[in-house]
């Protein structure tokens, strides 16, 4: 299964908060630039690649020296105004580094409900791949509450269900979600040291929906319910899907050469 996956053009690349920032909230930016280098040579290589960042955030609390997410959401939509300038500027610095050009789009959920506002979406990114220009997709935490609002059964939290559906939207062929874990264990590796991480998985059933639980850090929401909840939808549309370690860029790399890293959720052919 996974010598399909070298055969992936366009490919979708999530990120979230844990792998762009530092413990107390500082933006790591050596995560950052090695993220950009592995996707800059990729795009030389002929890939077509779309960036799911999550981050705002995060790094407008580490901007404005706030050390917890506020419990209102109109401050924490300040704080992503302000992360989210900050975010962009770092990657359009480091991606021009390397002769890259990248465009922001940022979506809301009724985007995806709309077929006129679908379509535009779709024909945005197609027009900025043609130009060789990577998009750079976060949902609009400025004007949107759903992320911000998060909770276990919230589909948009931390970008996950997001990269989903950017990934079904422009028929991606593989979406690799980058975490601060090495993939899907059988339980919480950092509680159980018996649990298992499975190299990959055909159906998402009863029993595999039971290994998720928990929520993110305090920097970040997503917990590996939102990305099982992510795998489950790319691959009911033949997307496949990898979690797998975002603490080590080179991953990328390694999963697109069909090595065994992380967890593959297998799209239906």
């Not at 996707?39 to 960036?51: F, H, P, V």
């Not at 917890?68 to 109109?74: F, L, S």
């Not at 704080?79 to 500027?89: D, K, N, R, Y």
């Amino acid at each position: 299964m996974r010598s399909k996956i070298k055969k992936a053009d366009r490919i979708v690349i999530k990120v979230g908060t844990s792998s762009l920032t530092y413990g107390n909230g500082k933006v790591n930016i050596g995560s950052i630039e090695k993220l950009v280098r592995k996707l800059a040579d990729l795009s030389n290589r002929g890939k077509e690649i779309i960036l799911v960042s999550s981050g705002a955030v995060g790094i407008g609390m580490g901007k404005l020296n706030i050390e917890r997410r506020p419990a209102e959401v109109t401050e924490r939509q300040a704080i992503a105004a302000v992360g989210q300038t900050e975010l962009m500027h770092l990657y359009s610095k480091i991606f021009s580094e390397f002769g890259i050009t990248v465009g922001q789009i940022l979506l809301t959920r009724d985007v995806f409900a709309h077929e006129t506002s679908r379509k535009n979406v779709i024909n945005t990114f197609d027009s900025l791949i043609g130009k060789k220009i990577i998009p750079i997709v976060n949902e609009n935490d400025s004007v949107s509450t759903e992320e911000l609002e998060f909770d276990e059964n919230s589909t948009f939290s931390e970008n996950d269900m997001l990269a989903a559906l950017v990934s079904i939207l422009t028929k991606a062929d593989l979406l690799i979600i980058l975490s601060d874990i090495d993939g899907f264990y059988t339980s919480d590796p950092r509680k159980d040291k018996q649990a298992m991480i499975l190299e990959t998985v055909t159906d998402i059933n009863g029993e595999i929906e039971r290994f998720a639980g928990g929520n993110g850090s305090i920097r970040g929401t997503g917990g590996m319910i939102t990305k099982l909840n992510a795998a489950k939808i790319c691959m009911e549309n033949s997307v496949n899907v990898v979690i797998a370690n975002g603490d080590n860029m080179d991953n990328i790399e390694g999963i697109i050469n069909g090595d065994k890293i992380g967890t593959l959720f297998a799209g239906k052919a």
